[in-house]
């Protein structure tokens, strides 16, 4: 069975640093099934953040890479994202979820298969 | 980016109408296109992948259809388990995944 589970703190100050980890169970990560993180603002809008996949293949969103880390422990059952001097506007419900690579007629297509329950974070003093 | 619009933002339907959901890409993706399902305190769910592959477990009632710019999802016969959120999601840039603002599915 396929479970991921985010967790982190609730509050963080502006100008902090967010770190969050997602423990997975269930898969391992691949050339073609890796791990996302994905957030939703209180106006329900969903941003993708950040995806790792094995060999340490990552990518970011581009407006935010330069305050964001994502990485895996070594053991491939712990993802990490980590989000330096953070905003009131970063306060979201923080998800990860399963990337896995749908491939067809010599293209890859990328969906988000399984998600954990989320986490809300706060920003503010 | 690509940017994903939405239509309708919101719609009512009563059970086992047929309702209809459009997706259109800033840019042509191809079959670049998934669809999710959200229930208030969930997580999204995926329905469709791939413009029209419907995932395991997924009733058939779900259908989705479309490619270049423009998608649509499909419920054939509304039932209450289906009054949700709907967003689509393009991947046709692995770098740089968008969704679009949802539509939320409400009862008549």
């Known amino acids: 069975q396929v479970t991921l589970k985010e967790s982190g703190p609730v509050l963080v100050k502006p100008r902090e640093t967010l770190t969050l980890t997602c423990t997975v169970s269930?898969?391992?990560?691949?050339?073609?099934?890796?791990v996302s993180w994905i957030r939703q603002t209180p106006g329900k809008a969903l941003e993708w953040l950040a995806h790792?996949?094995?060999?340490?293949?990552?990518s970011y969103n581009t407006s935010l890479r330069s305050r964001l880390t994502i990485s895996t422990d070594i053991s491939g059952s712990q993802v990490v994202l980590t989000m330096t001097n953070v905003d009131p506007l970063d306060t979201a419900t923080y998800y990860c979820a399963r990337i896995e690579t749908y491939a067809s007629g010599g293209y890859y297509l990328y969906y988000f298969d399984n998600w954990g329950q989320g986490t809300l974070v706060t920003v503010s003093s | 980016d690509i940017q994903m619009t939405q239509s309708p933002s919101s719609l009512s339907a009563s059970i086992g109408d047929r309702v209809t959901i459009t997706c259109r890409a800033s840019?042509?993706?191809?079959?670049?296109l998934n669809w999710y399902q959200q229930k208030p305190g969930k997580a999204p769910k995926l329905l469709i992948f791939?413009?029209?592959h419907l995932q395991s477990g997924v009733p058939s009632r779900f259908s989705g259809s479309g490619s270049g710019t423009d998608f649509t999802l499909t419920i054939s016969r509304l039932q209450p388990e289906d009054f949700a959120t709907y967003y689509c999601?393009?991947?046709?840039?692995?770098?740089?995944?968008?969704f679009g603002g949802g539509t939320k599915v409400e009862i008549k």
């Open positions: 840019q042509i993706i191809a079959s670049y």
């Open positions: 790792i996949f094995a060999n340490d293949e990552k």
């Open positions: 999601q393009q991947s046709y840039t692995i770098s740089a995944l968008t």
């Open positions: 269930g898969f391992s990560l691949n050339s073609r099934t890796g």
């Open positions: 791939a413009a029209s």
